[in-house]
């Protein structure tokens, strides 16, 4: 199964879970401080702001980025949770947690996925850049936008509650 958090909860998410694999989505990566259960090969980092157009001075969303993501994920062997954060637990994770569920599920429903994940966090707002650009690297045809658009913006928060989003 697959835990979302915040980078504050990240260190008792992986406690509790057990989890040994950890992707994490955040630009300033000298914040996060691995955890020492989880192995350094096991841990994905991808650095890279929240925005969702091209901004100065910083690092937008791109296939580099969703491409190592589905990869990562796709090589995890699944006997133990996997823990996605970003800085608040609310965009750049959530939508990272959708992707994998869609990456990982490829005949299951991106409606049902994204019922599953608004179900989960009344906070998740996943980015939309992140999710367009893995619906088409995955070959969804716009169902994983359409999906999100569907379920539309969490509630706001300053930062999410952890969650889990099962993959069946």
Known sequence: M???CSLARLHATVEATGAQHIVTLL???DRVERPRSVAPANHLILGMDDITVPTDGYTIPCDEHVTA???FVRGWERATPLVLHCYAGISRSTAGAYIAACALNPRRDEWAIARALRSASATATPNSRLVALADRVLGRDGRMVAA????GRGEIAYEADPFRLDLE
């Open 27 to 29: 630009k300033h990566t």
């Open 69 to 71: 993501l589905i990869t």
């Open 2 to 4: 697959i835990h979302v």
């Open 148 to 151: 999100i658009d569907a379920i």
